[in-house]
């Protein structure tokens, strides 16, 4: 009894109940009349020359409210105390930055990817990001005995259900996703709840490939020293590729492109098919759709949107953002893209743009000063789910700034 009474005071995952208190702060620092203008008017607006699409989804999602909610609730209810963040909340800096200015401080990881608690105490709060955090840093939480607010996001719970129940059935998880992402981090270390558990993170339908050649003996396969090598920081330790593939269910990170994630567990399926036959197909593979809700919503929308395509597109969020990064993607397939980290980078002085053109979290920022159309044009607009509402507005009024317009709003 006094463990249960224990755990009840140092782990939160629902919440205060202190919503009524911190949402008007929230929505006072996040919202946007610009937003909510083009919203109102069936997301199609008009500023003097310039004719505004928003995506019809966009945006903070519900994993991503609630995760700040909680992050402001535990500063509300502990003001006296020192709260800790594991790495960020969100890939979003504004709100990161917002965090710290509060005294939220965020730990980041080593070059080795582990965190370091030596100096968390007992007494300390520290929040568990909407990404989730791998089971051994959970389990060095939990023995510090410090409160932990747990802001993990539905969704990515899912998967760790799926890749738990993979691990536990004796097949090992192919999680499509980037390996050093901490949701991808957090869902491969799922194995381990089981003796035995294994994973293979597979980064694009290139990876995939590969180790469906692997694990079918197609004559293109590579050694297996050269698989080794290739996938040796994104297995599980011990990997053994002859062993390790035989069973196999696929699952992604939550953020990932819906279409690609789809294709990777097709093809994988139509490869062990080939080789092996349907019989042992449907004894060997799994795969469930473990793409969030919201992060598919936003794609549809972007995808809806490029039906006509409008002259130049903006899509607002962070460069380390995944599913930012895809919404980026898809938009640079049908028309001329912009993916920039926050509204600061179009620059309302000199008319510029700062932006990241690849699909690479790494790839450099670039600037472009003649960016905008000279005459009437239509700019669209979408934002990745760890985008708040402002920032979005900005984005547009600083393009109708540089334009010579000014928003009646």
């Not at 979003?92 to 990817?113: F, K, Q, S, T, W």
Request: contains cysteine.
């Amino acid at each position: 009894m006094y463990i249960l009474r224990t755990m009840q005071q140092t782990y939160f995952r629902k919440g205060f109940g202190l919503k009524a208190e911190v949402r008007p702060l929230i929505d006072s620092e996040y919202h946007s009349a610009i937003v909510e203008r083009i919203r109102s008017r069936a997301y199609t607006d008009k500023f003097g020359d310039i004719k505004v699409r928003l995506a019809k989804d966009f945006g903070f999602c519900y994993g991503v409210d609630r995760a700040i909610d909680y992050a402001y609730e535990a500063r509300h209810k502990f003001p006296d105390k020192r709260i800790y963040l594991v790495g960020e909340i969100i890939h979003n800096p504004h709100v990161n930055r917002r965090l710290a200015e509060m005294g939220i401080e965020m730990l980041l990881p080593g070059e080795d990817g582990e965190f370091d608690y030596s100096h968390i105490a007992a007494e300390d709060v520290v929040i568990i990001p909407a990404f989730g955090v791998t089971i051994g840093d959970m389990k060095k939480l939990q023995n510090i005995g410090c409160i932990l607010v747990d802001t993990t996001c539905g969704s990515v719970l899912l998967v760790w259900k799926r890749v738990n129940g993979y691990a536990r059935d004796g097949y090992t998880a192919v999680i499509h996703g980037k390996y050093r992402h901490e949701e991808s981090r957090a869902t491969a270390s799922q194995v381990h709840k089981h003796e035995g558990g294994k994973y293979i993170i597979v980064r694009d339908m290139a990876e995939a490939e590969s180790v469906g050649a692997y694990m079918t003996g197609r004559p293109d396969a590579p050694t297996r020293d050269q698989f080794l090598r290739r996938f040796a920081d994104r297995t599980s330790e011990g990997f053994d590729p002859d062993a390790d593939l035989v069973k196999i269910g696929v699952a992604n990170q939550t953020t990932m492109l819906a279409t690609e994630s789809l294709a990777i567990g097709a093809r994988l399926r139509e490869m062990m098919v080939d080789a092996q036959g349907e019989d042992h197909a449907s004894e060997h593979f799994r795969s469930f759709g473990t793409i969030c809700s919201a992060t598919q919503e936003r794609q549809d929308a972007v995808l809806e949107m490029m039906r006509e395509p409008p002259d130049i597109m903006i899509v607002v969020g962070g460069y380390n953002s995944s599913n930012t990064n895809h919404l980026a993607h898809l938009c640079r397939e049908y028309t001329e893209t912009y993916h920039i980290k926050d509204a600061s980078c179009i620059d309302m002085d000199t008319g510029a743009i700062h932006h990241k053109p690849g699909l690479d979290p790494q790839s450099p920022e670039v600037t472009e000063l003649d960016w905008l159309p000279a005459g009437p044009f239509e700019l669209g607009i979408t934002a990745g789910a760890s985008t708040p509402n402002n920032k979005i507005g900005e984005a547009v009024f600083r393009v109708l700034t540089i334009k010579g317009i000014e928003p009646d709003v």
